[in-house]
């Protein structure tokens, strides 16, 4: 199998036998907006607006930089911001002014530095 | 044609089953995981594909094709789930370690071929 | 840019994306604020479901694992039932399988060591264990589980003897694993409180045995 099809048929996420380093012993309290996060999984597939599956396929989706790069609660929550907007729920504009909103609620000199990426 | 797929499994007569509703492979059958390499999402990892193994258990109960509702299919024809036991060194030929090793994997039936 | 604090571990040092980093956490935070957010505006969800299903999370801990392994171990009638049907055994002690997932309960004997993994996610018995320990969604327990179980097991400081059986099982669809350790020997007299006080976590996803002496402090 050529390198490029080999991108297209293995999904990042499918690791089991790959090469890899020492198992680190690793484990971190959910920040509470991870926690929320995790909920907000389980209610949307309580609902069928984005299934466990759908969730899965989102992940994978965000291909394999992302997928090395953010942590595991921000994959899930861009994810489901991709899937919303595929589905029709949400716009991409919605989304960013509602995110302004967010930010627009928080104390001054809590977050005194513009959010985002550094 | 006889279709025993069509029978309830204790006999009973005039009873005909929806699609799916009997398992298409029983415990102990001997099967390989299909070769093939779909795109876009699916449940059966690449170390697995072609690899030879025998069937432990029917999972109950059926479930719908997770490579389908992986794009948002929430319904449809329920298909049935395999335990399938594979022993290491079927997967791995240079496995480590002592030859009494086994992996245990759940699979659809649309990723098994019966040999 | 907004600042938390996290349980991280102190030997831990470089930079792990499992892991929530400070200097990142603004963003997706008010990411998924404004994405829970509109969904209630729209009706989709509500906001009390939300907070139920945090309740859900937090009541959701290896303390379940633990009492339902103890049970398995104090109750032969229990533990058979339990094998035949992990879910309704777990259901019969309350709790409740809210993802709607089966329950396969892998019993570790003298000839077979049982071990779970999810090669393609973080599949995980949620319900009856609360949310996986980070190293579990990591790559390095993800890859190495299935084609070098012994040398990982080592790493956790567990050694299975060779004429024993490692048998690992890799969840990917609707069928989360938990595996039923060892009773360790000198229990004969334990309660069922004190038999469960020995089974911890990493017990039940199969990296660690059962034993007296290394159980869970405090009860």
Redesign the interface.
């Known amino acids: 199998?050529s390198e490029t099809?080999s991108l297209?048929?293995?999904?990042p996420?499918?690791?089991?036998?790959?090469?890899?380093?020492?198992?680190?012993?690793?484990?971190?309290?959910?920040?509470p907006?991870?926690?929320?996060?995790?909920?907000?999984a389980?209610?949307?597939?309580?609902?069928?607006?984005i299934?466990?599956?759908?969730k899965?396929?989102g992940?994978?989706a965000l291909g394999a930089e992302m997928i090395?790069?953010?942590?595991?609660?921000?994959r899930w929550?861009?994810a489901?911001?991709n899937i919303?907007f595929r589905?029709g729920?949400?716009t991409p504009g919605?989304?960013a002014r509602?995110?302004d909103?967010?930010?627009a609620r928080?104390p001054a000199g809590?977050?005194d530095?513009p959010?985002?990426?550094? | 044609m006889h279709d025993s797929s069509r029978e309830a499994p204790d006999g009973q007569v005039g009873i005909v089953l929806a699609w799916g509703e009997v398992p298409v492979f029983r415990p102990g059958d001997p099967v390989r995981i299909l070769t093939r390499y779909p795109v876009g999402h699916y449940r059966v990892p690449i170390y697995l594909r072609g690899k030879r193994g025998m069937v432990e258990a029917v999972v109950e109960p059926a479930g719908i094709d997770n490579e389908e509702e992986g794009y948002g299919r929430n319904a449809g024809i329920k298909l049935h789930y395999y335990r399938i036991a594979i022993p290491m060194t079927e997967i791995w030929s240079d496995y480590q370690g002592s030859h009494r090793g086994g992996l245990r994997v759940e699979v659809c039936e649309t990723w098994l071929e019966r040999i | 840019m907004r600042r938390r604090q996290h349980g991280h571990d102190g030997t831990h040092e470089h930079a792990h994306p499992e892991i929530s980093e400070s200097e990142r956490l603004g963003y997706f935070e008010i990411m998924e604020t404004a994405v829970r957010e509109l969904l209630i505006e729209k009706r989709l969800i509500g906001a009390d479901e939300i907070r139920r299903q945090i309740e859900v999370l937090d009541s959701r801990t290896p303390a379940l694992g633990a009492k339902v392994v103890a049970r398995a171990w104090a109750d032969p009638d229990f533990r058979a039932r339990l094998l035949a049907n992990g879910r309704s055994a777990c259901e019969e002690l309350g709790i409740s399988f809210y993802d709607d997932t089966s329950l396969i309960v892998l019993e570790n004997t003298e000839k077979v060591h049982n071990l779970i993994v999810c090669t393609l996610c973080s599949c995980y018995p949620r319900p009856v264990l609360g949310l996986p320990p980070d190293w579990y969604k990591l790559k390095p327990y993800r890859a190495r589980a299935v084609s070098e179980p012994r040398s990982v097991l080592a790493e956790f400081g567990t050694v299975i003897p060779d004429e024993v059986e490692v048998r690992v099982s890799d969840s990917t669809a609707m069928v989360r694993y938990l595996v039923l350790p060892r009773r360790p020997e000198g229990t004969e007299d334990y309660s069922e409180q004190q038999l469960a006080a020995l089974v911890t976590r990493d017990t039940m996803i199969g990296v660690a045995l059962a034993a007296i002496g290394t159980g869970r402090t405090g009860l």
Do not use: S
């Open positions: 199998m099809e297209v048929t293995r999904l996420n499918d690791i089991g036998g790959l090469p890899a380093g020492p198992i680190q012993r690793v484990d971190h309290e959910l920040a907006w991870e926690k929320c996060c995790h909920a907000l389980d209610v949307l597939d309580f609902h069928k607006i299934n466990t599956e759908e899965r396929c992940v994978e090395g790069k953010l942590t595991y609660y921000e929550i861009v489901f911001a919303l589905k729920i949400l919605e989304l509602k995110m909103e967010v930010q928080w809590v977050n530095e959010a985002g990426r550094p």
